[in-house]
């Protein structure tokens, strides 16, 4: 079972978890489940799947 303290290299293999500590300073899945790209800090900021959607297919 994976929680949040268990190693990426465990759950995404070596080359992708020392690809993510060397470039986004991540080593737990907690640190990838909590990691907001783009300098986002809430959740709240964050676009919803449907804005997104209706972005995409904006002229």
């Known amino acids: 079972m994976t929680d949040v303290d268990t190693p990426l290299t465990k759950v995404l293999g070596a080359n992708t978890a020392k690809a993510l500590a060397t470039h986004l300073d991540l080593?737990?899945?907690?640190?990838?489940?909590?990691?907001?790209?783009?300098?986002?800090?809430?959740?709240?900021?964050?676009?919803?799947?449907?804005?997104?959607?209706?972005?995409?297919?904006?002229?």
């Open 27 to 59: 080593h737990t899945a907690g640190d990838l489940l909590y990691h907001f790209p783009g300098g986002t800090t809430s959740v709240a900021t964050t676009p919803t799947s449907a804005r997104w959607r209706s972005a995409r297919t904006s002229p």
